[in-house]
């Protein structure tokens, strides 16, 4: 697994970035992730191995591939329900939506 290439143009793999935040939230995530980042009020959590991408990852237009790390976001926020429908219909925007699951506990 250390030998995987996760950027092929800059040839990075796992074991170039081992230590430090890798890979990325689709796009038009992370301007809702960032907020939440910065407060310290969300986590991710490996649930399995790297996979080759898939679809949607990369869209069909885009360049690239890579691995999908399959992970939990987990959120807390005094307001989680707002948050909740705000993500849910963020979600509903995105191709990459549609292979995510949201779930509010």
């Known amino acids: 697994m250390h030998s995987l290439i996760t950027d092929e143009k800059r040839q990075l793999k796992l ?3 081992a ?4 890979g990325h939230v689709p796009r038009n995530l992370a301007g809702f992730f960032r907020p939440l980042m910065e407060s310290g009020r ?3 959590v490996v649930t399995g191995e790297p996979v080759p991408s898939f679809p949607p990852w ?6 690239g591939g890579g691995v ?6 987990i959120i807390t926020h005094s307001d989680i329900e707002a948050q909740y429908n705000k993500l849910s219909e963020l979600l509903k925007s995105i ?3 549609t292979a995510m699951e949201l779930v509010l506990l």
């Open 95 to 97: 191709p990459e939506g």
């Open 58 to 63: 990369p869209a069909l237009k885009e360049e």
């Open 68 to 73: 999908v790390l399959p992970c939990n976001y």
């Open 19 to 22: 230590g430090l935040p890798i």
């Open 42 to 44: 969300i986590v991710a």
């Open 15 to 17: 074991q170039d970035v």
